[in-house]
């Protein structure tokens, strides 16, 4: 009995012994996922010029092509790197020289300016002046240049905080300026410039630990011992050598005038205010706070001194210590920063030394020389032996 014939072309699911068997043809181009032993297999054909992700062993995987004359990470050893024109090297070059060229002069401006302040008021304590009148003529000057900046930004109470801003007034205003003055009626100029210019970053580095946390190298700790045994030399020989002459009250007042002025600082970095408004709050704060107390309570010699040594404290104490060496000092942190320029406060013990030696007569002995030598060295290692910060 014959069965119904299948329709022209199809195959029955057997159709005998070693005849081999065919399911549907796929459509054309496509292929099955496995087509037999040793046949290839192949997926859907990605889309022209695609890539998969692994094309077969030994087969290069080709990522998406950057756009045209960019590079990528790393394009093979010896590639060439585009890098500008040989005249923009050039100026750059001279650009970043001149650069450090202003910094490095407005640094050793700012040490000149600080050490021949320390000269001048050692010479104003040798006068008819008091530590009173050269603290009036200080901030009383300055204060006349620097109004319109206090006017245009205020005092900054609610920026700044009130006690900042007394901490301010305090660490570099009239009491600051009082201990290092009064000091200078005891003590050389060379010390002032060493037990108080020059201990300040090292005041600033031990605040900043005490109340912010900030860790020291090892570095640091070595420049820190060795500024202590500086000091040691200056004002242990003054205390116990030379006690009659009274200089370690000097040198005493002189490291609580730098603790004092490191305070300033600590809190005017912290406070987000510029240098300048700074420098007017201090000064002009001051004047308004001292003025009534020195026409009032004290009394004030400016009129009976000679007028060649008022005007002399007015250019010096006013104008170059307020005003001209603040601008320097800005000038050089924006330049070459902070560490860097913080650096040449400690050639200021060194430039007081030299001025004061035709200026004022006054020469240290080999102990007072081998003080400031140390403490120069610390604070050097000090500032720049700061750990690094991470990126």
């Not at 070693?18 to 087509?35: D, L, M, V």
Request: glycine share 12%; hydrophobic share 55%; proline share 7%.
């Amino acid at each position: 009995m014959s069965a119904a014939r299948p329709p022209e072309g199809a195959h029955t699911v057997a159709e005998g012994e070693g005849a081999p068997s065919f399911a549907a043809r796929p459509p054309e181009g496509a292929h099955t996922a496995a087509k037999g032993e040793g046949a290839p297999s192949f997926a859907a054909r990605p889309p022209e010029g695609a890539h998969t992700a692994a094309e077969g062993e030994g087969a290069p995987v080709s990522a998406a092509r950057p756009p045209g004359g960019a590079h990528t990470a790393a394009e093979g050893e010896g590639a060439p790197v585009s890098a500008p024109d040989e005249a923009q090297q050039a100026a750059a070059a001279a650009s970043a020289a001149r650069t450090r060229g202003i910094g490095v002069s407005c640094g050793l401006a700012v040490a000149l300016i600080w050490s021949g302040w320390s000269v001048a008021t050692r010479f104003a304590m040798k006068t008819e002046l008091a530590p009173a009148d050269v603290t009036f003529l200080r901030f009383g000057v300055a204060a006349i240049f620097l109004w319109p900046v206090l006017l245009r930004h205020g005092f900054g109470f609610k920026r700044i905080g009130r006690l900042n801003v007394c901490i301010m007034l305090i660490g570099a205003g009239v009491p600051f300026m009082m201990l290092a003055a009064t000091g200078m009626r005891f003590a050389p100029a060379s010390h002032v410039a060493t037990l108080m210019i020059g201990m300040m970053p090292i005041f600033v580095a031990l605040l900043s630990a005490l109340f912010f946390r900030e860790r020291f190298s090892r570095v640091q700790l070595g420049g820190l011992a060795t500024v202590i045994v500086g000091a040691a030399c200056l004002g242990g020989h003054a205390l116990i050598a030379d006690r009659g002459a009274g200089e370690w009250r000097g040198d005493l007042l002189f490291l609580c005038a730098g603790l004092c002025f490191a305070s300033y600082t600590v809190v005017q970095r912290r406070s987000g205010i510029s240098p300048w408004h700074a420098t007017a709050l201090v000064n002009v704060g001051s004047a308004l706070v001292f003025a009534p107390i020195y026409w009032l309570f004290l009394q004030p010699r400016i009129f009976t001194a000679p007028v060649s040594d008022l005007l002399f404290q007015v250019f010096a104490q006013g104008v170059c210590a307020a005003i001209v060496a603040m601008f320097f000092y800005a000038e050089a942190v924006r330049r070459l920063g902070a560490p860097r320029a913080a650096i040449f406060g400690a050639l200021t013990p060194a430039f007081a030394v030299l001025i004061g030696i035709p200026a004022l007569g006054e020469i240290p002995g080999g102990v007072g020389l081998a003080g400031i030598a140390l403490v120069m060295a610390g604070v050097v290692l000090v500032v720049t032996g700061a750990r690094p910060r991470p990126a």
